[in-house]
């Protein structure tokens, strides 16, 4: 069974700082790996969807990167705001039968930008 | 222009009463999820639909119901409610069941609350 983590819970940084939030999974045979953002009292967003066959995507000053082997990706923000302030996940798609797929969460980094 | 929509945003009542939470896509996807997200903030697939029928069903009490009436819509009803329910259902809608290349799409979620 597929197994999310995200480490640090929480992370507080001062505006401008670049910064890097960490997700690893237990099961590297993974399709596709996503990062979402969401903030207080919304739902999510999605930021980046890195395919299995590649390394990283950049959207922006967002970065991911996805080593499959070693089963861990990481998003980088570079210049961070203070609008960058929310929680940040990663998720990844598992088979669940019929054709279909079924997104395993981390619980979240929860990002602080001070100004 | 919404992309997906949930009524309603805030929904508090007693133990043992019956509700619905609806959710509506107009991004013409074919698949759409409900997830729970609790107190830890862990986020959780409970559902899926694909087509108006039933693809995922999680590990979840027979109190919860989802009725897809069209695939623009699924709605989540729960009867009986427990304390235990409380916690935020977030919708979601993809194009696809999910694979490689499938964006989900959230809802900004309805915060349950049993007393």
């Known amino acids: 069974k597929q197994e999310v983590t995200q480490i640090p819970a929480a992370l507080s940084v001062p505006e401008g700082e670049n910064l890097v939030l960490n997700c690893s999974f237990t099961d590297s045979a993974i399709y596709n790996l996503q990062w979402f953002r969401q903030d207080p009292g919304k739902g999510l967003t999605s930021l980046l969807l890195i395919q299995s066959s590649q390394r990283e995507q950049t959207s922006g000053r967002l970065n991911a990167s996805l080593d499959k082997s070693s089963g861990r990706s990481t998003l980088y923000i570079a210049a961070s705001q203070p609008g960058d302030s929310a929680t940040y996940l990663c998720?990844?798609?598992?088979?669940?039968?019929?054709?279909?797929?079924?997104?395993?969460f981390g619980k979240g980094t929860k990002l602080s930008v001070i100004p | 222009d919404t992309a997906v929509s949930q009524t309603p945003k805030y929904l508090v009542t007693q133990m043992g009463n019956d509700k619905s939470i609806k959710c509506e896509q107009n991004?013409?996807?074919?698949?759409m999820y409900w997830y729970k997200q609790d107190s830890k903030k862990f986020l959780k697939i409970m559902f899926s639909?694909?087509?108006?029928?039933?693809?995922i069903n999680e590990t979840v009490p027979n109190r919860f119901s989802p009725k897809s009436p069209d695939k623009a819509h699924l709605n989540l009803h729960i009867n009986s409610l427990e304390l235990g329910d409380s916690a935020v259902y977030f919708c979601a809608s993809s194009f696809g069941k999910g694979a490689n290349t499938d964006t989900q799409y959230f809802g900004p979620g309805t915060r349950l609350t049993v007393l």
């Open positions: 991004l013409g996807h074919d698949t």
């Open positions: 639909y694909n087509n108006k029928e039933l693809i």
């Open positions: 998720a990844v798609p598992a088979y669940s039968g019929a054709g279909s797929y079924q997104l395993t």
